[in-house]
């Protein structure tokens, strides 16, 4: 089953989303069906903010490092495309398909001086036509999952909004449209109902069981940089109890306990 087959599934697919070879083995010990990288995450490995403040050779080579240790289908997390133009960003997706790569989240928003604001809708479009007709050309197969953010910023009519973008960019050649933020049942249902298009949901407190999300219509669900955000947070715990109680103890609870 290819990566687009996996998203017309009895069940929504589950991606498990990676930041380094660790995370990828373990996905993959884990049975997961297909992987996608968490940008927030990856820059959260290297120090950095979100935001395309890692360059996209930093993120190429930790692609290359996931790619290295798992051979289950990887989507790739490229934020708005780390570039101006279409052509910087079909350039950095040839270089990820020729990686292997089979899929890409492309946002319609971007950070500006430290605040993220939504692309002009058609101007997004226009750049993805461009993006799509290029890939074609060249008979690249990238899964274009196009990550439409009202949700994510609140806009004030976020399901006309996301309807009004969602049309327009399955017009322009996407393959999927993901709705970080997006939890309410009745929405969710529009979405699905409406569009022509799978429809991506990420791990959000009030989100819908999977089974439920199944029956309203979602094709994929993913973690963003949750997971790696919950470990993050038990890694300063224990470190904070070594540092406090003066001893390895600590560290061995769980072991002692198998």
């Known amino acids: 089953m290819n990566f687009t087959e996996l998203h017309n599934q009895s069940k929504p697919l589950l991606i498990a989303n990676v930041w380094d070879a660790a995370s990828a083995i373990m996905a993959q010990q884990s049975g997961y069906q297909a992987m996608g990288t968490s940008s927030a995450a990856i820059a959260a490995m290297l120090g950095y903010e979100d935001g395309q403040a890692m360059s996209f050779d930093e993120l190429l080579y930790i692609v290359t490092r996931i790619q290295s240790v798992s051979n289950l289908p990887l989507s790739v997390d490229v934020e708005a495309g780390f570039g101006s ?134 094709s994929r669900i993913s973690m963003g940089n949750f997971v790696h955000s919950a470990l993050q947070s038990k890694l300063k715990d224990l470190m904070l109890l070594i540092q406090s109680q003066q001893t390895f103890a600590g560290v061995f609870i769980d072991e002692s306990s198998r």
């Open 85 to 218: 133009t279409a052509e910087e960003i079909t350039t950095h997706l040839k270089r990820l398909a020729q990686l292997g790569v089979v899929g890409i989240n492309l946002e319609d928003s971007r950070v500006v001086n430290g605040v993220r604001q939504l692309d002009d809708a058609a101007a997004f479009t226009h750049t993805l036509q461009k993006i799509r007709k290029a890939l074609n050309e060249e008979s690249y197969q990238l899964f274009l999952n196009i990550r439409i953010d009202t949700y994510l910023l609140n806009h004030e009519l976020a399901l006309q909004e996301t309807l009004l973008r969602g049309r327009l960019y399955e017009a322009a050649g996407a393959d999927g449209i993901f709705v970080p933020c997006l939890t309410l049942v009745k929405d969710i249902e529009t979405l699905t109902k409406e569009l022509n298009m799978p429809l991506n949901v990420m791990c959000m407190p009030g989100l819908p069981t999977f089974e439920r999300l199944g029956e309203i219509g979602v």
